[in-house]
């Protein structure tokens, strides 16, 4: 089976001249078609700029990286933006319109999607707003829906165009311990349902159990892959 993300050598620097520092070091990795992978480990690690990386939202510098078969490395804006349009999106802070209604959220992201332009797309927001378990919501303002509320609609925005990959960053962070553990349940069962492959950065202990790969970074390494998670080291 063919990677849906595959990594060869790939390092990363911030900064310039004297201030240059290397950030991620020689990672190599191979992301198949439905797995969840985590990544974890140490604050300053080195896992947002790997997930953005493997997401298209910055460019790579060095080594090889291809997403969807296509190469990373010296890729132009076109090419990235096309990757983009490949890949749900979720993010910490839900970044909701909150002056837009549940739907007209979800809907937004279907709009960027010409093939589709002529179905119903009310109907399409409306039905994976249900299936996430908002169907009394789905005329809500973002702004009057709690803190789960808004990332199920996150998960129904970043999941209603069916892409082949969702990337989600701390997504449980702003969330109690019961909302967080529905959210993730919530996006486990859709990402198999789906099909799609899921790459999730988290602190959260309490939720690594839905990966089916754990995936360990240390100052900018790569330490662990698929490691048990009772026998990774504490993380802050
Ligand atoms: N835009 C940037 N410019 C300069 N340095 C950066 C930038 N973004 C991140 N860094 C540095 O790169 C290193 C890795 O950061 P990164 O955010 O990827 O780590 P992380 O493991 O996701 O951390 P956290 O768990 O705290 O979010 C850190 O030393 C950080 O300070």
Do not use: W
């Not at 169907?135 to 973002?142: T, W």
């Not at 690594?208 to 504490?234: C, F, Q, W």
């Amino acid at each position: 089976m063919e990677p849906i993300i595959s990594i060869q050598n790939l390092n990363h620097y911030f900064g310039q001249g004297s201030l240059r520092k290397q950030v991620l070091i020689d990672i190599n990795l191979d992301i198949y078609r439905g797995e969840i992978v985590i990544l974890t480990g140490p604050s300053g690690s080195g896992k947002t700029t790997l997930l953005t990386l493997m997401g298209g939202l910055r460019s790579a510098q060095e080594g090889s990286l291809k997403i969807l078969g296509q190469q990373m490395c010296g890729a132009n804006k076109r090419q990235l933006t096309e990757i983009r349009r490949q890949i749900g999106y979720i993010f910490q802070a839900h970044n909701l319109m909150t002056f837009l209604t549940a739907k007209q959220n979800v809907r937004m992201s279907l709009e960027l999607h010409e093939e589709i332009l002529d179905e119903d797309l009310d109907a399409k927001a409306t039905a994976i707003l249900e299936h996430v378990g908002l169907g009394d919501r789905v005329n809500y303002y973002a702004e009057n829906l709690s803190g789960g509320q808004k990332q199920r609609v996150a998960i129904a925005r970043a999941l209603v165009s069916h892409p082949k990959i969702v990337l989600a960053d701390e997504p449980t962070a702003a969330l109690d311990k019961k909302s967080g553990r529905d959210v993730v349940e919530l996006m486990h069962k859709l990402a198999k349902e789906q099909g799609c492959t899921i790459l999730m950065v988290t602190h959260d202990n309490r939720i690594l159990d839905i990966g089916d790969r754990i995936i360990y970074m240390e100052d900018g390494h790569l330490k662990n892959d698929s490691v048990d998670a009772d026998v990774l080291t504490p993380i802050n």
